[in-house]
Structures are given as structure tokens and as C-alpha cells.
């Protein structure tokens, strides 16, 4: 699904990834990143998905995955993988693996996270 949707909406140096999540009532969302001129205002495909969700009242997030117009599925970068964590605590999120995708928990991803008092978080 979210290489169906990066494929049709893509635009050169607008769009290069592709998201799709599933929540756990079994809806699915997808979404493609916005790239812009000026780097900093960029948004990943990932917060994109997990807004529409939200916005639908579907936040409780199972799985995620991202993937490059060649299909293949990509890792989330850091800042998305805060926000994983902040939004998706219990989802799964799909990553490249060795021999294929592979599944890991957003702590995985994020072990001693930030916290805003200075703390880390140990799972």
C-alpha cells in the first residue's frame, strides 16, 4: 500500500518515502513524505501517517513500515523514532533485515530514550 501510494503521488524532490500503519482495530493509513526546498521543513512520511490516524481517532498503533520507490522497506530516522515512541509505544515497526524485513518493538529501536526530566526510560 505505501509503495502503491509513493508511486502515485510521486513528485521529483517532493516524495520519497512512502508509510503505511495498521492500527489495532485493523485500519490502515498511509502516507508519503513532504521534502522541501528548505531542509528543515521537511516532514517524514512516518509523523504524516501517524497524524491521519490520529486525526481519524485511531491512535493506537500496531505496526508501521516505510519504504523508498524502489519498494524496498527503509529504517525510520531518529526524530521519527522519538515520535514512535511517543505515539506508537507498543507498535511493532517493520525494518530491513538480512534476509528480508524483519520486526523489532519501538523500544528496540529507542532503548534510553529521552525524557523531558532528564531521566531515561530503561525499556
Not at 509503495?3 to 508509510?19: C, M, P, Q, S
Not at 531542509?39 to 501517524?50: D, K, L
Not at 519498494?71 to 522519538?82: I, L, S
Amino acid at each position: 500500500m505505501a509503495h502503491r501510494l509513493l508511486l502515485a503521488r510521486f513528485a521529483k524532490d517532493r516524495h520519497e518515502t512512502g508509510v503505511a500503519l495498521r492500527t489495532r482495530s485493523g485500519r490502515v493509513f498511509a502516507a508519503v513524505s513532504l521534502d522541501t526546498r528548505v531542509g528543515r521543513m521537511a516532514v517524514c512520511a512516518e509523523p504524516v501517517a501517524i497524524g491521519m490516524a490520529i486525526a481519524e481517532g485511531e491512535g493506537d498503533i500496531e505496526t508501521i513500515v516505510a519504504v523508498n520507490r524502489q519498494g524496498r522497506v527503509v529504517a525510520p530516522c531518529g526524530a521519527c523514532r522519538e515520535m514512535l515512541a511517543d505515539y506508537a509505544t507498543g507498535a511493532r515497526v517493520i525494518l530491513p533485515g538480512i534476509q528480508g524485513p524483519d520486526v523489532f518493538s519501538v523500544s528496540d529501536l529507542l532503548p534510553r530514550r529521552y525524557r523531558k526530566d532528564g531521566g531515561w526510560d530503561p525499556s
